[in-house]
Each structure stands twice: as structure tokens, then as C-alpha cells.
């Protein structure tokens, strides 16, 4: 019972956050992104918590099959209007990413932008599991994850995420920083992390 509350408050939480539009929500993808973008072969992307879909806008550019999904329904609906705007033939669900997705197939780049680490310890586990169907032979996962401030409050990564990462995916490059504000000022601590699976 007490799952299922905090799931809706979740979902709750985030849907109201996107009547307006959230911080993280800047209509442009990451340096990161396109960096790797411009060094692999496109194949089948798929972007979990995938917001308004700009990122996958941006990887259908690079010539990549993209699949969305996201917890809140209004930013699947934009992200929905935006790759119909494009003519491309993509999917984009409506999903709880710890749980039952109705996503079919294996990517070669599944990609999160600040899903995993809002995620509680139980729904990690669950996620990973579906990370773990998801991700193809010689795929990769790029992760972008606020980082846990000890004491650790439940937000955030841990070691001990990275290290249950690494039981079935190896962590290629890290790299640590801060998030930075809309305004341009400096925020939480924050990592980018590729893992390639082999």
C-alpha cells in the first residue's frame, strides 16, 4: 500500500510540475548528448523519462529510431506532438519506468536524463531490471544523475548504484561537476556516466 501511495505521489508530483514548465525542462539536449551522438552508427535510442521529448527531437536528428517514455502525461503529450511534427514513426509511452512498460526490443542507446536518481532504493532495483531487457549486445547507457550529498537523503546516486550497474554493464567514463541553473549558477553536484555493455 504504502508503494503504491508514493507512486502516485510521484506521478502527482511531476505532472503538476509540467503545467509549467520545470527547470530541467530547457528545450535544449546536453553537450554530452550530442557528443556521443556524433561518434555511433544510429540505430534504436530509447530515452527514458523522457519529458517533452526534446532529446529525442534531437537523436531522431543524428538519424536514430527513438522511443520515449515518461511518468507524467502532459509532457508525453507535447513530446508526442513534437515527433508527429516530424513525420517520424516513434513511439512515446506513457510508462512507470520500475515497472510494466509495454517498451518491445533492445536499444543500442538508452538514455536518462535525470530519472534514475529521484527513484527509491526499491524502484533502482526495478529499473535496473528493466535496463538490463532493454539495453542490446553492445549497447550503451548514458546516465546523467544528480549525486547523493552525505548524509544521503535518498536523492541522488551512490557508489553502490554504480557498482549495481556494473554487475551487467561496464562504466566506460565519468564525469563529475555541478548542475548548472537556468539562471547560470552553480547547483548540486552531479555526474555523467556512460556504461557499455559487451
Same mark, same amino acid.
Not at 552508427?41 to 523519462?49: C, R, T, W
Not at 531487457?133 to 541522488?156: E, F, M, R, S, V
Given at each position: 500500500?504504502?508503494?503504491? =501511495?508514493?507512486?502516485f #505521489?510521484?506521478?502527482l508530483?511531476?505532472?503538476?510540475?509540467?503545467?509549467?514548465?520545470?527547470p530541467?525542462?530547457?528545450?535544449?539536449?546536453p553537450?554530452?548528448?550530442? &557528443?556521443?551522438? &556524433?561518434?555511433?552508427?544510429? +540505430?534504436?535510442?530509447?530515452? =527514458? +523519462?523522457?519529458? $517533452? /521529448?526534446?532529446?529525442? !527531437?534531437?537523436?531522431?536528428?543524428? +538519424?536514430? %529510431?527513438?522511443?520515449?517514455? %515518461?511518468?507524467?502525461?502532459?509532457?508525453?503529450l507535447?513530446? #508526442?506532438q513534437?515527433?508527429?511534427?516530424? *513525420?517520424?514513426?516513434? #513511439? =512515446?509511452?506513457?510508462?512507470d519506468?520500475?515497472g510494466k512498460?509495454?517498451?518491445?526490443? $533492445?536499444?543500442?542507446?538508452?538514455?536518462? !536524463? +535525470?530519472?534514475?536518481h529521484?527513484?527509491?532504493?526499491?524502484?533502482?532495483? *526495478?529499473?535496473?531490471?528493466?535496463?538490463m *531487457?532493454?539495453? /542490446?549486445?553492445?549497447?550503451?547507457?548514458?546516465?546523467?544523475?544528480?549525486?547523493?550529498?552525505?548524509?544521503?537523503?535518498?536523492? /541522488?546516486?551512490?557508489?553502490e %548504484?554504480?557498482?549495481?550497474?556494473?554487475?551487467?554493464?561496464?562504466?566506460t567514463?565519468?564525469? &563529475?561537476?555541478?548542475?548548472?541553473?537556468?539562471?547560470?549558477?552553480? /547547483?548540486?553536484?552531479?555526474?555523467?556516466?556512460?556504461?557499455d555493455? *559487451?
Amino acid at each position: 500500500m504504502r508503494g503504491t =501511495v508514493a507512486k502516485f #505521489r510521484r506521478w502527482l508530483r511531476f505532472n503538476l510540475l509540467y503545467e509549467r514548465r520545470p527547470p530541467w525542462d530547457t528545450g535544449v539536449s546536453p553537450p554530452e548528448l550530442i &557528443e556521443l551522438l &556524433e561518434t555511433l552508427k544510429p +540505430g534504436h535510442a530509447l530515452d =527514458v +523519462g523522457c519529458g $517533452t /521529448g526534446t532529446n529525442l !527531437i534531437t537523436m531522431a536528428a543524428y +538519424g536514430w %529510431d527513438v522511443v520515449g517514455a %515518461d511518468l507524467a502525461w502532459l509532457p508525453v503529450l507535447k513530446a #508526442r506532438q513534437k515527433i508527429k511534427k516530424i *513525420n517520424r514513426n516513434s #513511439r =512515446v509511452f506513457h510508462a512507470d519506468v520500475t515497472g510494466k512498460t509495454g517498451i518491445k526490443g $533492445t536499444f543500442g542507446l538508452v538514455l536518462d !536524463i +535525470g530519472c534514475y536518481h529521484s527513484l527509491s532504493p526499491l524502484q533502482r532495483a *526495478n529499473y535496473r531490471r528493466n535496463l538490463m *531487457n532493454w539495453l /542490446g549486445k553492445d549497447g550503451i547507457y548514458l546516465l546523467y544523475a544528480h549525486k547523493c550529498i552525505q548524509p544521503c537523503d535518498g536523492h /541522488g546516486i551512490t557508489k553502490e %548504484d554504480i557498482d549495481s550497474f556494473q554487475e551487467f554493464i561496464m562504466l566506460t567514463w565519468l564525469r &563529475e561537476g555541478a548542475e548548472v541553473r537556468p539562471d547560470g549558477s552553480g /547547483g548540486q553536484p552531479a555526474a555523467w556516466l556512460r556504461f557499455d555493455r *559487451n
